[in-house]
């Protein structure tokens, strides 16, 4: 008994001071903390039901992994004021009280208030510490009555419709879509007040609304198979950003036409100018860096290197195309320098094209931020 | 029978996928966690699941399934226990549950009224399935008749059992389902975003209040109160041949009501985006209109438990062909389900229009192991029900500070802020006065949660309507007037004029007698000017916004109006009138407490959250409460405060959960979980 006792206490002081040695390398090279038997919370300032709840579902397991000291990672809600009042809470905490075990992970929702002046908005992005930036893409559709006047490319023909489109509210991720079909010249009255895209595809199905869009994930579940038996096809993708920041064919959907071709093939409609420069600009803060991950304000080097590592990992997992491409569809999941690149492509909204959606949103749907 | 050809290989594949002895390990697994979580008024199939929800990454699909259903098959069977023994909705589900399966367990009958709603649940959840088996065949197309117009005709139809719950006096109820409505119009409007009764000032008023809250609120904390001051047991006589058996058999003798209500059930379910919120109203007014002898209803008839916890099982079945035939949730439950399902395995399930295709072994799987979850489920409810009913006869004044605490926390779930709290003790406030002036809470909670539907779906319907008409009149009108709606409108006309004539039998929360006139007079005075205050804060919305304008202004317009009548009459008529109802009027309640020293409890328990945080309040409030106001020992006291505390704690640490903090809080670091 007391052998065995004893090779226990020798075979764990090797064990720890192998860890203490590796640890304390890590240490030396500044790449990491370690979080063993920390656990680490993951706030996500929606609903558990919401789009962002299922991508920090699916990254929470993996990142655990990931982790030096495999941490306990729990995704936690904090709904609210369409996702202001948990970002304004994450503004409030110090990197010193939580030392790496808290993180946030905003949407499109977050970065439309702040880059629009929502007086709600008490949090600045550029405090945080970005460690992933997860792109995706949208696919705007039509019913096969309304697809068929589609001329190649040219939308003109569409002008004469009536079109309704359900919609979760201009100020939104529909800001984009209602943007681009008003610069088309269609005439696409929103019908607000739907609880999420899903509803509005619904409503598509049902023949209330013939137009919609959704996001590239839901569009290849939900709407493919519509595609398919042929109660709907597709018009047109938002593309995505290509390395100079042009936009170029999603490669998710690289058959269809992007919203730039089809606005150039369409008399009438302009891909320049201040009111294309104010489309791309959102486009960009909503699409292309749609989630990213946070660190507080002030947080270590090392901090911010330990979790790019561990989502370098996780996208180097030899089932991540696999696993991933159901849940977040083919798209970037960038970190280090790419996301900070991501990052600032999606905040930093040239004043014009605030003003000019500002200005849109108080005409057209008189919605006044102020 | 193609459709057959297509069923029966996938029927017998999921068959094999099911009975396996691991699989229904975690079946019986799911159920147990989901009948501990639903037991627990406030906590239901969101709570669970993402207790779940861990644990889904890469596991076996038929395992994952089996421990996911089972959870949130029987929360609704579950959640009777809180409905009938404390008179406490356990969720949205189980609402009119109460109106008559509490006062049964006043009565001593609680295992009675417990197993016949047991039993009316597993009948309901097998008729769900067996419905489902061959529906979810043909549900796409049926699915898709159900527009914007025809869903607004169902919530109106909803509303419409305001009428039979209304009271003795009927403009009271009207007036209580439009203060309800009104209170769910505050917020944020959904289609403009104008701000109604709040102001960014206050962001917890933007977000509206959570149905939790003001369940909660309007029932439980009356209840609580009332039982508190009463100073005696749930039960006021012991258990009285109300044996379990007998509620079995009771449900028995209405097996054709209890089908009726099943399809109810399940046909409701069917429909996205109205959930359960309108099914047990709807059962519960089929329920009594069906009756032949209606002078039970209100004070304990068996009936009038059957027909909701027949429908409200059901209901769970009829939710699942929107959440897999569409990928639309039915209910918050059902979004993490859907959720969950693409963690499962290698995630090549998925839900939505390709399910029948790809998945239809999956689907039937997911509908059988519903089935079977609830007879699993029903059987163990069933076995504990004559020993949990004895909870009747525990001193209530033991059981109140274990429900209080519970109830806050379940109000913290919603928000997660001290405001929950406010908002609990507020919406609490005007539920006691509403039964004190005998005022139709289910009135007020009916409107309370159709309110939004209402809105929403009126406002789609006119604008898309309208837009039909700009195309062509004849158009619009095929559009508005389908034969489902044409149906409906029928049905509505119909519930009302029968619930009216009906509604003076029904004391769906006991005769109360008239009192004074000052008091009630004064209470109809605070509506009227709340009613005022919304209607113009209302009417100020601009023009651009005016689809958030409408309908508060109508609903307060209508309230106003009927307020004005009942003041008109209160004037006019003798102080011993029903109109004057109060229960305080002695005799009325047997109440050896004042309200107002009881409520005193609550209001420091609240103030001292606010200063030194929710665990530290809780345990001075429990120590205190215990010794003082119960009278027990120092040392019983300490030990039922420890146990309580460790719960609270434990459930907290479970669900990842952190607790309002207080003043206290902002200046010393506490570690978890008093900081």
């Given at each position: 008994m007391k052998y065995k006792t004893n090779l226990r206490k020798l075979t764990a002081s090797i064990a720890f001071g192998a860890a203490m040695l590796f640890s304390s390398q890590a240490m030396a090279d500044g790449h990491g903390i370690n979080l063993e038997g920390k656990t680490i919370e993951w706030i996500i300032p929606f609903s558990e039901t919401g789009g962002s709840a299922k991508w920090a579902n699916f990254y929470a397991p993996l990142l655990s992994e990931a982790l030096p000291g495999e941490p306990t990672v729990v995704v936690k809600f904090m709904p609210g004021a369409g996702s202001t009042k948990g970002a304004n809470w994450f503004q409030e905490q110090s990197y010193d009280d939580s030392n790496g075990t808290l993180i946030f992970g905003s949407s499109g929702s977050t970065q439309f208030p702040y880059l629009l002046g929502d007086p709600r908005v008490r949090y600045e992005y550029n405090d945080w510490?970005?460690?992933?930036?997860?792109?995706?893409?949208?696919?705007?559709?039509?019913?096969?009555?309304?697809?068929?006047?589609?001329?190649?490319?040219d939308a003109s023909n569409l002008r004469d419709t009536d079109f309704i489109y359900g919609s979760q509210g201009a100020t939104r991720l529909d800001l984009v879509p209602l943007l681009a079909w008003e610069m088309l010249g269609l005439n696409v009255e929103p019908v607000f007040g739907i609880k999420g895209r899903g509803d509005g595809r619904l409503m598509f199905e049902r023949g209330e609304a013939n137009i919609d869009y959704q996001t590239s994930s839901s569009y290849l579940k939900g709407v493919v198979p519509l595609v398919e038996e042929g109660s709907a096809v597709p018009m047109m993708s938002w593309g995505a950003l290509d390395a100079d920041g042009g936009i170029v064919r999603d490669p998710t959907f690289p058959d269809m036409p992007t919203f730039k071709e089809v606005c150039s093939a369409t008399p009438g409609c302009e891909t320049s100018g201040p009111q294309w420069d104010a489309w791309k600009a959102f486009f960009i803060a909503g699409f292309p860096a749609q989630k990213m991950v946070f660190l507080p304000a002030g947080a270590s080097k090392d901090a911010i290197a330990t979790y790019t590592k561990a989502f370098d990992a996780i996208k180097a997992r030899g089932d991540f195309a696999e696993i991933s491409a159901g849940r977040l569809g083919v798209y970037p999941q960038m970190t280090g320098q790419e996301a900070t690149a991501a990052l600032q492509l999606a905040t930093n909204v040239p004043q014009s094209a605030k003003d000019f959606v500002t200005n849109w949103l108080q005409e057209r749907y008189g919605v006044s931020l102020n | 029978m193609e459709i057959f050809a297509v069923a029966l290989p996938a029927l017998s594949d999921a068959a094999s996928l099911i009975f396996q002895p691991v699989v229904l390990a975690h079946l019986v697994l799911g159920v147990l966690m989901g009948l501990c979580i639903g037991v627990f008024p406030g906590l239901g199939g969101i709570a669970g699941l993402s207790l779940l929800l861990p644990f889904m990454f890469g596991m076996d699909p038929a395992l994952g399934l089996a421990l996911m259903i089972g959870m949130v098959a029987v929360v609704p069977t579950s959640d009777t226990f809180a409905s009938v023994l404390m008179g406490i909705p356990g969720s949205s589900a189980s609402q009119a549950t109460v109106l008559d399966g509490f006062p049964l367990a006043k009565k001593g009958e609680a295992a009675r009224a417990l197993s016949a709603a047991f039993s009316s649940s597993l009948f309901g959840g097998l008729v769900g399935a067996a419905f489902l088996t061959v529906f979810i065949l043909v549900a796409r197309p049926v699915v898709l008749e159900f527009r914007t117009p025809e869903l607004l005709m169902i919530t109106l139809f909803g509303l419409s059992m305001v009428g039979i719950l209304a009271g003795r006096v009927a403009i009271k109820g009207l007036v209580a389902a439009g203060l309800g409505m009104l209170i769910g119009t505050i917020g944020e409007g959904d289609s403009a975003g104008e701000l109604r009764m709040a102001t960014y000032d206050i962001p917890y008023l933007v977000d509206g209040f959570k149905l939790v809250i003001v369940g909660l609120g309007i029932f439980a904390i009356p209840e609580i109160i009332a039982l508190l001051r009463a100073d005696r047991a749930i039960a006021d006589r012991s258990p009285l041949g109300g044996g379990w058996l007998k509620g079995v058999r009771d449900w028995f003798a209405n097996l054709w009501l209890s089908v009726r209500c099943s399809i109810i059930g399940v046909i409701v379910g069917v429909i996205p985006g109205l959930g359960g919120s309108v099914v047990d109203w709807i059962a519960y007014g089929h329920s009594v209109q069906t009756s032949r002898d209606k002078s039970n209803f209100g004070s304990g008839e068996i009936r009038g438990v059957i027909g909701p916890e027949s429908s409200n099982n059901a209901k769970e079945g009829g939710g699942l062909v929107p959440t897999l035939l569409f990928g639309i949730p039915g209910s918050g439950s059902m979004a993490i389900f859907i959720g969950a399902i693409a963690l499962l395995g290698a995630g090549n399930i998925e839900v939505g229009p390709s399910m029948l295709k790809n998945n239809l072994d999956i689907t039937y799987?997911?509908?059988?192991?519903?089935?079977?979850?609830?007879v699993v489920g029903t059987l163990i409810c069933i076995a504990a029900s004559g020993a949990i009913a004895r909870l009747t006869t525990i001193p209530f004044v033991l059981l109140a500070p274990f429900l209080l605490m519970i109830i806050s926390f379940a109000a913290f779930q919603s928000g997660q802020s001290l405001m929950d709290l406010v908002a609990l003790f507020g919406i609490g406030f005007l539920g006691i006065m509403m039964r004190r002036f005998d005022w139709s809470r289910p009135a007020f909670l009916i409107g309370f949660?159709?309110?939004?539907p209402a809105e929403t779906y009126a406002n789609q319907a006119v604008q898309i309507a309208q837009s039909r008409f700009r195309k062509s009149f004849e158009d619009g009108i095929d559009y508005i007037f389908s034969p489902i709606v044409i149906v409906l409108i029928v049905l509505t006309v119909v519930s009302v004029i029968i619930g009216l004539r009906q509604a003076k039998q029904i004391m769906a929360e006991g005769a109360v007698k008239g009192g004074q006139k000052p008091a009630a007079t004064i209470f109809t005075l605070a509506i009227f000017s709340y009613l005022i205050l919304a209607y113009v804060n209302a009417s100020l919305i601009?023009?651009?916004?005016?689809?958030?304008?409408?309908?508060?202004?109508?609903?307060?317009?209508?309230?106003?109006?009927?307020?004005?009548i009942l003041l008109v009459q209160m004037i006019r008529r003798p102080m011993t009138d029903a109109i004057f109802a109060d229960r305080e009027a002695v005799g009325n309640d047997g109440s050896v407490q004042g309200l107002w020293s009881t409520l005193c409890w609550f209001a420091a328990l609240l103030i001292l959250t606010a200063a030194i945080g929710f665990i530290l309040a809780l345990a001075v409030f429990l120590i205190l409460f215990l010794r003082y106001r119960a009278g027990r020992s120092w040392s019983f006291a300490g030990i039922y405060t420890l146990a309580g505390i460790g719960f609270m704690s434990l459930l907290a640490r479970l669900l990842n959960r952190d607790f309002p903090p207080g003043l206290l809080q902002e200046f010393v670091n506490l570690p978890w979980p008093l900081g």
């Open positions: 510490n970005v460690v992933l930036a997860s792109g995706t893409g949208g696919v705007a559709y039509l019913p096969p009555d309304q697809a068929a006047k589609l001329d190649g490319p | 799987a997911i509908v059988w192991l519903l089935a079977l979850a609830n949660v159709l309110s939004n601009p023009d651009y916004a005016a689809a958030d304008r409408i309908f508060p202004c109508f609903v307060a317009g209508v309230s106003i109006v009927g307020c004005a």
